[in-house]
Each structure stands twice: as structure tokens, then as C-alpha cells.
């Protein structure tokens, strides 16, 4: 089956700079890349998602690329807030009814 | 994007106790998954389920721990028997269709077994 793996576990970054969030997958099978912030209480949101057959999607502060060949992808944020601290988490699909398999998450630190 | 309803939003629950979890969209959808997230970890699935068919479960769940009911498109339901301090957890249910449609989230179930 899938697996994924999520680099780094903590992140800590000053306001104003960039994040970026790694995901690995196994399955060369798996079509469909979303990403998902956690706030604390809260379920995860789908904040942005890519498809197989594009390398790089982008909205507002936040971008994801995608590359098939090395099956590895990664979530770009910038200029970020403090509003931005969360949990974030990326998963894979391979199926074609929305079963996803989770990375560990990492936990974003924005300081002011 | 889908609204995913969950009800209890938490729960205290004594152990050997059985505790049933609501999850009700908005629209129609063919499956509808449950996942479990266990403090400070990751979302690990539970089941699928799919209306008018049994629930698929995943490798390390099984049915008589965590029943769960499809009764139409709308809602389903997940039940954890016989509690122990170690289901402690959150529960999540998603929805999912065919295709590159997006698995939209409920707010989860905050669950304390005592």
C-alpha cells in the first residue's frame, strides 16, 4: 500500500519568511496530493491539492510542486503570519474514491 | 466543497462503555470514510464506508470494536465498543466521491475514555 513520509516534524520560522513542507510517497500509482492545516481543536482543512498530471499549483501565499519522477512533493509558504501556526499534514491518494493515506504532520511555528 | 457535520463534538466516556459517532453531509456522497487520530499523531483510517454494503475495514480495525452503519448518502455512523483509556482519541469522518474530488472534513470527535 501507500506510504508517506512528512520532513521535517517541527518547523519554527520569523514572520515575513518562507516555509516548506516535504512530502515522499511509495506508490507510484497515487494520483492526487492534497495538503491540510490543523488548528488545535479543530479537523483538518483542506488548504491545497495537486493532481498528477500538474507540477506546480499555486494560491495566494501558498504554492505545491509535484515531482513524479522522484515521487516527492512539497508545500511552499510565503511571507508567513503567525496566523499560519498549525499542524500540517500531506497525504496521498491512490484509489479513486478519496482513501488517503497521511504523512506524521508538522507542527508550524510562526514567531512575530 | 462539502460540510461535514459531526456530533458529539466530545465526550467523557467510562471505560467498557459504548459510545456512537454522527456524521452528516450536506449533499450526496458515495463513500464516507472514518479516520482515528490519536494525541499528537496523524490520521490513521479506520473504514470506508459505502451505502448499502458493508463497511471495508483497514488493517488493525475490525468490526466488532468499531461498528459502523451507512444507512443512505447522507450519513453515516461509528460506534466504538467497549472503550478502553487507550481509544482515547479523535474521530474524523470524510467524504469521497469518484474522480479528483476533494475529502473535506468534519471537526472531529474528541474522545476521553476514564
Known amino acids: 500500500g501507500e506510504n508517506v513520509e512528512q520532513h521535517p516534524s517541527t518547523l519554527s520560522v520569523q514572520e515575513g519568511d518562507s516555509a516548506v513542507i516535504k512530502c515522499t510517497y511509495s506508490?507510484?500509482?497515487?494520483?492526487?496530493f492534497p495538503w491540510y492545516k490543523q488548528e488545535l481543536g479543530k479537523g483538518p482543512q483542506l488548504i491545497i491539492d495537486?493532481?498528477?498530471?500538474?507540477g506546480e499549483k499555486k494560491d495566494q501565499r501558498i504554492a505545491v510542486t509535484l515531482n513524479k519522477t522522484a515521487k516527492h512533493f512539497s508545500l511552499h509558504i510565503t511571507e508567513t503570519q503567525p496566523e499560519d501556526s498549525a499542524v500540517y499534514f500531506c497525504?496521498?491518494?491512490?484509489?479513486?474514491?478519496?482513501?488517503?493515506?497521511f504523512g506524521a504532520g508538522t507542527q508550524v511555528v510562526v514567531t512575530p | 466543497s462539502a460540510v461535514i457535520s459531526q456530533k458529539p463534538s466530545r465526550d467523557i466516556c467510562q471505560r467498557g462503555t459504548s459510545l456512537t459517532i454522527q456524521c452528516q453531509v450536506d449533499s450526496q456522497v458515495t463513500m464516507m470514510f472514518w479516520y482515528r487520530q490519536q494525541p499528537g499523531q496523524s490520521l490513521t483510517l479506520i473504514a470506508t464506508a459505502n451505502q448499502g454494503s458493508e463497511a471495508t475495514y483497514e488493517s488493525g480495525f475490525v468490526i466488532d470494536k468499531f461498528p459502523i452503519s451507512r444507512p443512505n448518502l447522507t450519513f453515516s455512523t461509528l460506534t466504538v465498543s467497549n472503550m478502553s483509556p487507550e481509544d482515547s482519541s479523535i474521530y474524523l469522518c470524510s467524504s469521497g466521491d469518484r474522480g479528483y474530488t476533494e475529502a473535506f472534513f468534519g471537526q472531529g470527535t474528541r474522545l476521553t475514555v476514564v
Open positions: 495537486i493532481r498528477s498530471n500538474v
Open positions: 506508490d507510484s500509482a497515487s494520483n492526487y
Open positions: 497525504a496521498g491518494r491512490t484509489d479513486s474514491w478519496g482513501k488517503l493515506q
